[in-house]
């Protein structure tokens, strides 16, 4: 569509339209808008390349809607402005396809691919067939009609021959184009099919928000504030997020989901006499893919193979299964179609799906198992969390053998029984969770779930306060939640203490080595190497697994930590309500940690962001002798309660003009602390990797990400590396 000649032309004419003063007539500088536009929309949503900078796009857009509000004669319908113009959508009418939107049907093995092609041999007549293979999008079916090059109407799948007019939708869904030169290709009306679909990582960064959201009116709903609205909603996955976009009422609301619109179909095409064009001049489906590329659609082109023969076809879908993770969208399995358009229609199709073609799923991401039993598990901050205990399972490549079930709620609500046989699902790497149980599978010796009436551990009384959904144990001895307040003491977001874990915590404690934070800072080193120098000690203490390098390490990592800045001791305290947000706020603009001790709730309320349950919280606990002689023994230990103030404005520009992006799991830094860095030495992180990203910053078991900026040429930094940059450019 745009080769390489006129993607020169299209970025220099950018260039001219962003510095020149607008002396053109409106008709030529509107009519060069919208071509530099479409070509922006088309590089960045289509061939995920973007060449121009936000800001940049902003003013041309800016600039193109001016003057058609000025010259609204020269408005036309397919104009970029006109995306997200039309507003409120009242009701989706029905419309009929102009061909029936047919299913697939299924197969599950090489076996079964290897019928599929026996059968289509015999109903072509011939001993070899050409194949092709693509992803199937695991999203919202679309139909798309465009006549005259003009999108005329879009519409849900609906029951496959009626679906839902949707055309306001569509048109905010940047890789749908709003005309195409399709009658360079003779083609009048045509009707293109496709899915639509959100990038995993997009779908990540929408549900993390939502997340936020809910947690910030919960606060709200604790602290009593009236007028917060309905309970925040998460959305469950990425199809019922693109799917349930596709009908919703303002069409400025789908345009912040970042919808997505693969095709790969195309049910009808005439030209201006009404004569069908599929077998008379495209021959192929891999052709019909290339003319719908070339006229501006995104169609799987990087993803499609061409297959001679089946034991082709095989290899490519379990290519795909084994990597299926690292691509950007859900996909459900393969779809294998005879390639050439001839030999289609020799095949035909059934009522419920095409002869030639076939979905090739990918093992299920969902399994059936018994739940066992169910344990109790206590928190550190007294919750009891209910964990089902599976038969365990094979479950898109981990075996599952347990599983949270949340609360006394989500038990009743879903019906779950000791002895059920459970659907649980995991999509990507999203925690498994019981989709349903299968009652049809209960033999009347299933038993109810008893939430317990004392603590597993401690046997205190359990407490439930009418606002929440959950049963505590309020004795803050309680071992349980000891070791749980020591793991999350030492873990990343708070102390982030090198060279212990869970495990470690847990044994340590049992030998009363570890008890509270303090001795944390007062480890007893000398007497561990001893066990560990001594065979038969070591195994009478169950301290096999431990050598004298990782009491080096733990000896290493405790000592980085007592330069931890207060915001991280006061999170990794533990208070409760007191987030990693929360404890930034709070140390803020005081000198030292044990300033709070002397703050009244008025003065606490004051703070932005903090509110009547916090500042009760922080209050109690700075006011408890025994919480106060525990931070002396801290600053005791040797950790720094002075307020290293951090400046806020920039502290250099040394990274100005740089883009940073960061994936994979960060070990020396989280990623607000990157985003922070990058920011005060000037520079800026995106969220996703593009032709115009610098660098991409890539911690241990990256995935996509690394392999798109490997590919774009974008260069790659390890931590370290990220690091050096800034030192050696300050
Ligand atoms: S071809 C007449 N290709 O899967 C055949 N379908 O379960 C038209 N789907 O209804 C379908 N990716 O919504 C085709 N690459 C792909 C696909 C695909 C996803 C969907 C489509 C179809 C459903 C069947």
Known sequence: MYNKKTTQELIKLTEKLKSELPIDSPESQIANLKKVINFHDWKYYVKDDGVITDYDYD???????????ENPDLLTDDSPTQRVAYGLTKEFPEVQHIAPMLSLDNSYNAEDLMSFDESIKKLVDSDSVEYTVEPKFDGAGISLVYENDQLLRAATRGNGTVGDEITNNAKVIRSIPLSGDLSKYNINKIEVRGEVLIRKDVFKSIQENQKKE???????KEAGKKGIGGEPKIFANARNTASGGLRMQDNGEVAKRGLEAFVYYVGYAVDENDNSLLLKSIKSHHQTLEILADVGFKAPMQEITICKDIDAVIKACEKWEADRENYPYEIDGMVVKVNDLQQQEICGST?????????????????????????????????ITPVAKLEPVHLAGVTVSSISVHNEEYISEKDIHIGDTVEIERSGDVIPQIVRVIKDARNGSEQKVLFPKNCPDCDNVLVKLETEAVWRCENTNCPSQMVERLIHFVSRDAMDIEGIGKKQVKRFYELGYLKTFPDMYNFPFDTVLEILDDAELKKENNLEGYGTKSIENLNAGIEKSKGQPISRILYALGIRHVGKGTAKVLTENIANLMDLKDKSIEELVAIDDVGPIVAQSVFDFFQDPQNLEMLNMLQAGGLNFENIIIQKENKSNVLAEETFVFTGTLEQFTRNEAKAMVEENGGKVLSSVS???????????AGSKLKKAQELGVTVLSEEEFLNLIQERS
């Open 691 to 701: 032709k115009k990203l610098k660098f991409l910053v890539a911690g241990a078991s």
């Open 351 to 383: 009522a419920h799906h095409p002869k030639w073609a076939i979905a090739y799923k990918f093992k299920a991401k969902t399994a059936t198992t018994k739940l066992l039993d169910i344990e109790f598990q206590v928190g550190r901050t007294g919750a």
């Open 59 to 69: 003013m041309l857009f800016a600039r193109l809607k001016k003057l058609e509000k």
């Open 214 to 220: 809910k947690e910030l009116w919960q606060k709200d």
